[in-house]
């Protein structure tokens, strides 16, 4: 019987794994460009199984071991837009990521365009709500100049325009100078899915990945003054969670009912 309790135990420990996903899915409804996770099971091996009085030719009998956790997918389609209307929301319409610098030095990938400005040194940076510097498209900070401008422009192309109104003069009236600054990293990979997560709603290339490459021009656009909304639904994450409570339950109930014949079987044989 201790085969019983092994295939209902991976069931149990499955199951808790869907629902660890599925809970931090709608933990993120709130985020700003979340794509929630999806998790995937595979059989455990098969054993083939042995009749002592037939041949085994063509009977292929064969007993399962229970079932794993295959893989988790993510839903990187695109979310709806939230109207913010701040010149530092930045919104990507297609399949590119943003990329920016994290603590370590590391570059990580983000649809998450909520972004700020940050004074270090009587200079300005454009940075993630949490301070990490947003990567231009070389991969250098994105350096606004030493005074805090007037007003930000961020073009669809990805570029970055910084607007300062001139006074009038006796002679001259008031005039609007607009100066690109520098351009947006936008970058795509080959496998999405192979993407791993990394804290804050960001992503860190891997192997699988693929390295990340320059999306092409006009692949993805820009959207100022808005945000991509959490791609959660949670009326389809609600189902699933009682689907995977059903299915803890059903395993439970494997156990319990594996348990008792192995105490059965121990009193006949006492």
Known sequence: MLQSNLTARSGLIAQQQRMDVIANNIAN????????????????????????????????????????????????SQGSAQVTEDPLDVMLVGDAFLAIQDINGDTLYTRDGNFALSEEDGTNYLVTEDGRYVLDVNGNRINLGPTEPSGIE?????????????????????????????????????????????????????????????????????????????????????????????????????LQTADDMDGKANQLRA
Not at 47 to 74: E, I, S, W
Not at 155 to 162: C, L, Y
Request: hydrophobic share 40%.
């Open 29 to 76: 409804i709130s985020t700003t460009g979340y794509k929630p996770a999806r998790a995937d099971f595979k059989d455990m091996l098969y054993q083939t199984m042995v009749r002592p009085v037939q041949p085994q030719d063509g009977l292929n009998l064969q007993k399962g071991h229970g079932v794993l956790l295959g893989a988790t997918m993510r839903d990187f």
């Open 154 to 254: 961020i073009q669809t192309d990805a570029s970055v325009w910084i607007v300062e109104t001139v006074p009038a003069t006796e002679t001259t009236p008031e005039e609007t100078v607009r100066t690109q600054v520098a351009t947006l990293g936008l970058y795509t990979f080959m496998n999405r899915q192979g993407l791993e997560a990394a804290s804050a709603n960001r992503f860190r290339e891997t192997e699988n990945s693929g390295a990340a490459t320059a999306a092409a021009a006009g692949e993805t656009q820009v959207r100022q003054g808005m945000l991509e909304a959490s791609k959660v639904d949670l009326a389809y994450e609600i189902t699933q969670m009682i689907r995977a409570q059903r299915s803890l339950s059903l395993s439970s109930r494997a």
